[in-house]
């Protein structure tokens, strides 16, 4: 059996070959005595055009071929023909076809007709048949193949880092809490009414927001690591770039600042671009045919699409550098985003920048990826470290966050607090409780070390690799506030 990727590249030598594909009917439609099928088997973007000849076949494969819906899978074998149509290289005409599992193409739940992706993520369990998510399903393989391979040749070792924690890594109170259920009794309410002492783990557990910490423990004995997991955040937000499980990458380095950080940050994600340019050539086509039409359909005047423009932009440029409150500047001096636009949140000092001014500092000012650094202590968790010789009432931390233009924060890291004295403070200020540190703060107590990580939210990679608008077409299964389906 030959993927049809493969059997689409080769050379013209092939000519004749004999070949089996299986796969799923595209488009079938027929003519008095021809037949002419389109399959895909999910390995590109491209179709395989069969040609099934009524007087070359059986009876019983005629009709077999001509009854095959769209959705059914079928087993073709022939030998290979130059196509006579442009742009299609090859074609098979049929010597035999079985119809594996058949498909009323008139009760298929993908409609031959164009389908908003809305429409798509409502059929979660077909969509991945669909041109447009078998592209970007495979961009978002090629990133994750890419991630190891990067972090792998670079050195680093990757860790498994638990789901199920009792610790809430960022601080922000936005957690799945796990516990057991007796089916047989009636559900109990969360919170207060839960016994924790006789619940499974004696203590409140949670489902992890962020690998770090876990992660921490494992650069403090073996260098350079890196975790890729899912996290969930129960996270009230509702929009195009936040989902409530998500994958995240999280390197974590002994013995490196800010700096090195913002290097490594930016030598990863230059390498998953350039991945994708170089191994997914005929997807990053198929997406920009796909942008070109959207914008279209929506009536937008420059239908220009720009997706490897887009990707080299990263792979070609250093990425800007711009201190957090150099950044509250230049986002001050203007009134708003756009001519006409005011800012839905003016930028204020000591506050986290919101969405609108990430996309204004990388879309607009620097037209490429744009790392800020050095932010206000208050708006950034516990662990980061303290800069030395700050103003009072002007403290920042060593936080870097990497802003993609169309994205926003692609990647938030900083330099860990690794002295313990001042770790301790700030925990107190900050109402943490040692006790539920302990672990953490042994790593400061026994071989501290400078070090530095940074976490990678992993679909927001993949929306600025294909193009896609809304986080939910970057995974295969959405889960959103109010939302999950399968
Ligand atoms: O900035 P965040 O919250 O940082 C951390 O969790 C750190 N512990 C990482 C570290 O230093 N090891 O999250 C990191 C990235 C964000 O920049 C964003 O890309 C992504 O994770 N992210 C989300 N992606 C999708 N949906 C959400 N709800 C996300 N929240 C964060
Ligand atoms: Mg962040």
Redesign the pocket.
Known sequence: RVAVATLLKASGAAEGTRVVVMGWVKTNRTQKKLCFMSINDGSCASHLQLVVTKDEVPEAMWEAATGAGNGASVRVEGCLKASPKEGQKWELPVESIEVLGPSDGAKYPIPPVKINLETLRAITHMRPRTGVMGAVMRIRNSLAYATHNFFQQSGFMYVHAPLITGAD??G?GEMFQVTTLDLAKPLPKLGNDVDYTKDFFGKPAFLT????LN?EYYACAFGSIYTFGP?F?A?N?NTT????E?W?I???IAFCDLPKNMDCAESYLRHCFRHVLENNADDLAFLEEFEINRKADEGIVDTEAKLRERLEVVVKNDFGRLPYTEAIEIVSKVAGPREGVPWEFPPVWGQELQTEHEKYLAEVVYKKPVIVYNYPKGCK?FYMRMNEGCAPGKETVAAM??LFPRVG??????QREERLDILLAKMAEMGLKEEDYSGYLDTRRFGSQPHA????????LVLYATGMGN?RDAIPFPRTVGQMIH
Do not use: K, N, W, Y
């Not at 927001?209 to 770090?212: K, L, N």
């Not at 924060?409 to 900083?414: C, D, I, L």
């Open positions: 890594c960022e922000a927001v962020s690998g770090q992660g996290t955040r996270e937000s770039r936040h989902l409530a998500f995240m999280e390197p974590e968790a966050d990497v924060e692609m990647v938030g890291g900083s990580g940074f976490g990678v939210g992993f679909e927001r986080i």
